[in-house]
């Protein structure tokens, strides 16, 4: 538990203030280049990945409760790295988050992307 | 531009409510399984490690607007699938990160983390 | 099709030296290191996963002749990219890998590890 | 060791019908999906990629011999489980590298692509 004084995480922008602190009190912003900083990301993404390799797709949506815990974790080792390198990069999240929805609303029309993933299943654009 | 109607995105939880109409809307969901968004998470990751491949450290933090962009979209699809698997999963997003912080708060002791990001430089623990 | 004159590739070990050659025509041998290398590396691994996010494990069986000529392209990237890292870091592929069998036949018991994936199905050791 | 009955692995071939000797004595091929496998090999990717991530392109190409050894063992697993992907997809490994390398040839011809990764510094052709 974090001590008492530190105020809860309740926005994107606390909790990249907070990653901020953490990394300048350990002397790790030399490490945190951008280049670095996606490498670290995707390992984390594989960690992510791991828990569901040997699973079926039914398996993957009845999650025990320590699968779920491992697996909770992991997420927020991937939203960590992910808010560190967008504050370096100057890049508010949700604001990206937003203009990249505008830009899918528009490339996946919903008629055209009704129950179709194979073609359209996709958030991203590419 | 989304239609002049829809409210701005000014927190994870309108973001993770504004994705699942997305997804709603276009009947997604039966893709959706924990699996295969993972799936779709690691190739988002990809996209986005893929910009910095060639380049320096040095050159990494110093994008042209063009590349920054592009860093900028792909950041946001990597939100946005975390955002939907943390949905499908009943994660608390903010929640979970701020539990990891404080494990890592504890695992990475100042006075022993400090600049040694070869052994330390993680904030996750594993 | 590669000039007539350009003998067959049959072997580990010519396609290594061939991928040298091409690097080197280019002058791209610089961009090659090894940290660059494996995150070229994570990309064209994220392009074979890509095809297979949204199928069925029972799809991913039965894929139509252009998913598997385009899933036959990216596995080449890879292999390619893979003897390319190999290369600069004086590892034998094979070597390697007959190595690496020998420690999983020693970790992976036939007796406990029959038909137990969830934990043991990796020819990996960690 | 493997057992001194075992022939050594001298070949691409041999190593396939090994990697599919082990697989079967563990009764694991219900687990080997092309689909599952193509998860396990990015969990192997991202082992890969994690000893580099901190590592400065300097460091990366002076690897100390403990991690040299860590680094060639999971080489070892990425060719293990992209051999066995490409036994069950009946995809001739070397064959692919060498046509793919002919597609390459073609599209990034010497003049062209000299010295310059940033546009061309590619195997790949996406």
């Given at each position: 538990?974090?001590?008492?004084?530190?105020p809860?995480?309740d926005s994107l922008?606390?909790?990249?203030?907070?990653?901020?602190?953490?990394?300048?009190?350990?002397?790790?912003?030399?490490y945190?280049t951008?280049?670095n900083?996606?490498?670290a990301l995707s390992v984390?993404?594989?960690e992510?990945?791991?828990?569901?390799?040997?699973?079926?797709?039914?398996q993957?949506q009845?999650?025990?409760?320590?699968q779920?815990?491992a697996?909770?974790?992991?997420?927020?080792?991937?939203?960590?790295?992910?808010?560190?390198?967008?504050?370096?990069l100057?890049?508010?999240?949700?604001?990206?988050a937003?203009?990249?929805l505008?830009?899918?609303?528009?490339k996946y029309?919903?008629?055209?992307?009704?129950?179709?993933?194979?073609k359209?299943?996709?958030f991203s654009?590419?």
């Open positions: 538990m974090p001590p008492m004084t530190t809860a995480i922008d606390t909790l990249r203030l907070r990653i901020r602190e953490f990394a300048q009190a350990r002397a790790w912003e030399r945190h951008p280049k900083l996606v490498m984390e993404m594989a992510l990945l791991e828990p569901f390799q040997w699973l079926t797709a039914e993957s009845d999650l025990s409760p320590t779920h815990e697996v909770r974790q992991e997420i927020a080792d991937v939203l960590i790295y992910l808010t560190r390198l967008a504050d370096l100057e890049i508010d999240l949700l604001q990206a937003s203009d990249k505008a830009i899918n609303t528009r029309p919903v008629e055209k992307a009704h129950g179709n993933a194979l359209y299943s996709n654009d590419d």
